[in-house]
């Protein structure tokens, strides 16, 4: 479990850190990692845990998002 959240984190923070790169501001960005918490699909196979393998991502309108 502790290690998926941690990947999870790292890929999060290198989407953010990709868009502060581009001239979004940090402070409209935040991360969140839910590891296995929250798949998209529940499945047995390599085609459907690639679907799990994602980053969303919501850009708030400014601080305190």
Known sequence: RE???ALGAR???AVQN???SQGVSATRL???SYGKERPLAV???EACY?????A??????????
């Open 56 to 65: 969303v991502t919501v850009i708030g309108a400014g601080a305190g998002v």
């Open 18 to 20: 990709y868009l502060i």
């Open 50 to 54: 690639s679907q799990n393998r994602r």
């Open 3 to 5: 290690y998926n959240l």
């Open 11 to 13: 890929r999060a923070s």
């Open 43 to 45: 499945c047995s196979d």
């Open 30 to 32: 935040r991360t969140v």
